[in-house]
T-cell receptor, first 117, second 110 residues
C-alpha cells in the first residue's frame, strides 16, 4: 500500500534554532501534501496545504513565516520550524494523497515529535 | 465547525465486536465518510471509507444509514491492538484536505 515517510521521527532542538522535517511519498506521486500538528491529548489540527510547485496555503492562525513549507517535487515536502520556541514543541504529522487515483484516502506519515528546550 | 459527532470513549471486551458510532447529520451528497485510527504516538491509519453503500474490508465494516446522517464502524473481533483513537471524518471528493474531530478513544479490555 501507499507509504508516507517522515524524517526525523523525533528531534530535540534549542530555543531559537530552526528544524526541518521531511515528508516523502515512497511509492506514489503527490501533488498535494498536508501538514498537521498535534498537542498532547488533542486531535490533529491542519496547519497548511503544500502544493507542488506553488506556495503553500496556511490555515488561519498559522504563521507562514514561522512554518516554512517547500514542496519542490511530487514526492517531497518539507516543513521548517524557524526560530523554534518551547511552545512549538508538538507532534508534527504529514499526509499525502496519490495524485493518480481519484477518490483515494490520505496516507499519513508516522509523525515527528519536536521538543524545543 | 465540527462536521461529525462521536462519543469521547468506549470500552470493548477482547474478541467481541466493537461498534463505533458517528453522527454526520449535515453531510452533503458529495461527501464520503472516512474512518481512521491513531495508536499512541503514531500517525493516523486509514481504515475504510464509503459514500452510501455499506463497505467491508479486511480491517472493518462500515454501515451507513439510508439517510446518510450517521454511520457505524464495526471491528468484528476486537483485539488489544485495536486500542486507539478512532476518527470519523466527512470529506468531499473535490476537497483535498481532511479535518479531524476529537474522535472516540476505544479501549479493548482482556
Amino acid at each position: 500500500g501507499a507509504v508516507v515517510s517522515q524524517h526525523p521521527s523525533w528531534v530535540i532542538c534549542k530555543s531559537g534554532t530552526s528544524v526541518k522535517i521531511e515528508c516523502r511519498s515512497l511509492d506514489f506521486q503527490a501533488t498535494t501534501m498536508f501538514w498537521y500538528r498535534q498537542f498532547p491529548k488533542q486531535s490533529l489540527m491542519l496547519m497548511a496545504t503544500s502544493n507542488e510547485g506553488s506556495k503553500a496555503t496556511y490555515e488561519q492562525g498559522v504563521e507562514k513565516d514561522k512554518f516554512l513549507i517547500n514542496h519542490a517535487s511530487l514526492t517531497l515536502s518539507t516543513l521548517t520550524v524557524t526560530s523554534a520556541h518551547p511552545e512549538d514543541s508538538s507532534f508534527y504529522i504529514c499526509s499525502a494523497r496519490d495524485a493518480a487515483t481519484g477518490d483515494s484516502p490520505l496516507h499519513f506519515g508516522n509523525g515527528t515529535r519536536l521538543t524545543v528546550t | 465547525d465540527a462536521k461529525t459527532t462521536q462519543p469521547p470513549s468506549m470500552d470493548c471486551a477482547e474478541g467481541r465486536a466493537a461498534n463505533l458510532p458517528c453522527n454526520h447529520s449535515t453531510i452533503s451528497g458529495n461527501e464520503y465518510v472516512y474512518w481512521y485510527r491513531q495508536i499512541h504516538s503514531q500517525g493516523p491509519q486509514y481504515i475504510i471509507h464509503g459514500l452510501k453503500n455499506n463497505e467491508t474490508n479486511e480491517m472493518a465494516s462500515l454501515i451507513i444509514t439510508e439517510d446518510r446522517k450517521s454511520s457505524t464502524l464495526i471491528l468484528p473481533h476486537a483485539t488489544l491492538r485495536d486500542t486507539a483513537v478512532y476518527y470519523c471524518i466527512v470529506r468531499a471528493t473535490n476537497n483535498n484536505d481532511m479535518r479531524f474531530g476529537a474522535g472516540t478513544r476505544l479501549t479493548v479490555k482482556p
